[in-house]
């Protein structure tokens, strides 16, 4: 029964796209809905949680694995390497209607257990501008523009700057809190010239970590989605070496090295910078683009050797049914989590009854807390399953 489903979700795949991206695109969305829905938050094994401040772990490659395919599908959907086409309102529509879908699942709250809550006050007078979609929305339309003008040279001379002009302004710009005391070269959590920027600009009541003193700030705050763009670039240079790589068995296995080969490199670089530059996903440092730019070179080396060099796909097939509708399930896994904590259940929420009467007594507190989440990713699975074989791709 599983390699006849499996024959079909193959027979199904859309044509004309290359596979190994689409399965890079439905791994990077399918780590994102398991490490956001376990079944507590109490109860979350190290990899599948961010790290603390400094350093990294697998959950923190996800979202920058996730830019890079979007840099890499930038040059595939414009007839592979022909010159970049003028940035019109196809971009902007998109970009758009990412922010927006970002804003709407940012405003998609609601206390049903306390009478007194008030919706507006809470989540539209205090709405939060930033977050992953809105990210993407911001890094796409500006890379859009970066394709459009500028030469592969002129290219890696802006992804230079995009990454030490922010962290020049973190390591050497003086600011000031509330008191008059001024700082710089600071790197911690809430004290940074990104989070000062952040709450100046968003204010303390429109970002996520809004308790973080003496700055309230956002992990996907304005000035750290500058060096974000780079994350995107990397997957616009790796596309580009596939259009120049030949059709022929020797070429494509080159190009493979070459990916295999950078990507250790970054990784590497990534990782030796740590006690210079250290590794941030908040702060989105230069080490830390490095670092995920190896990892997402290395995990394209991969899947296309496997997928499209050795033609070996049954393994990996499953991951195309996320791939292919990817922000459509961001959407559904989204909105199902924030109502499973919405629905009030005697004392506690759905997911709260749901995890303390069956997953905890069956499993345990980690193990059921994981139990919870591949449950989550087994349901969207079947939901994005049900569009993928009517051939529905919700494009943005």
């Not at 930033?130 to 500028?150: D, E, K, W």
Request: proline fraction near 5%; charged fraction near 15%.
């Amino acid at each position: 029964m599983l390699r006849q489903h499996v024959d079909r979700i193959l027979a199904l795949r859309p044509r004309g796209r290359l596979m190994s991206v689409d399965l890079l695109r439905g791994l990077a969305i399918a780590a994102m809905v398991l490490v956001n829905n376990p079944g507590s938050w109490s109860y979350v094994y190290p990899p599948l949680a961010h790290a603390g401040w400094h350093g990294w772990t697998p959950t923190d490659v996800v979202f920058p694995l996730f830019l890079f395919v979007v840099g890499f599908s930038l040059v595939l959907s414009n007839h592979q390497c022909a010159r970049f086409p003028p940035v019109g309102w196809p971009q902007w529509s998109r970009a758009l209607k990412l922010f927006g879908l970002g804003l709407f699942l940012a405003v998609f709250s609601y206390n049903f257990r306390d009478s007194s809550y008030s919706w507006l006050e809470d989540q539209i007078e205090r709405i939060r501008w930033l977050g992953v979609l809105q990210r993407i929305a911001l890094v796409y339309l500006i890379t859009c523009y970066l394709m459009r003008y500028c030469s592969e040279r002129a290219l890696l001379t802006v992804s230079v700057l995009l990454l030490a002009v922010p962290w020049a302004l973190m390591l050497f710009a003086p600011y000031q809190d509330s008191a008059g005391q001024v700082f710089h070269g600071r790197l911690e959590f809430g004290n940074n010239f990104s989070a000062w920027l952040d709450q100046l600009l968003l204010g303390a009541d429109h970002v996520y970590y809004r308790s973080a003193e003496p700055f309230a700030f956002d992990p996907e705050g304005i000035l750290t989605t500058l060096p974000a763009i780079v994350s995107c670039l990397l997957g616009v240079f790796a596309a580009r070496q596939w259009c120049r790589a030949g059709d022929s068995d020797g070429e494509q296995r080159a190009l493979c090295r070459w990916w295999l080969v950078a990507g250790i490199v970054l990784f590497a670089a990534g990782q030796l910078a740590h006690p210079w530059v250290p590794v941030n996903k908040a702060l989105w440092s230069p080490s830390f683009v490095c670092l995920s730019g190896g990892v997402s070179l290395v995990l394209l080396a991969a899947f296309y050797y496997v997928a499209d060099v050795q033609r070996r796909r049954r393994a990996l097939a499953p991951l195309l049914v996320f791939g292919v509708n990817a922000i459509a399930l961001y959407m559904l896994a989204g909105m199902v989590g924030r109502l499973l904590i919405m629905i009030p259940v005697g004392d506690s929420s759905l997911k709260g009854w749901l995890f303390d009467s069956v997953y905890l007594p069956l499993f345990g507190g980690p193990v059921g807390s994981l139990a919870f989440a591949l449950t989550c990713v087994l349901v969207f699975y079947w939901v994005m399953w049900q569009m993928y074989r009517r051939r529905i791709i919700w494009k943005v």
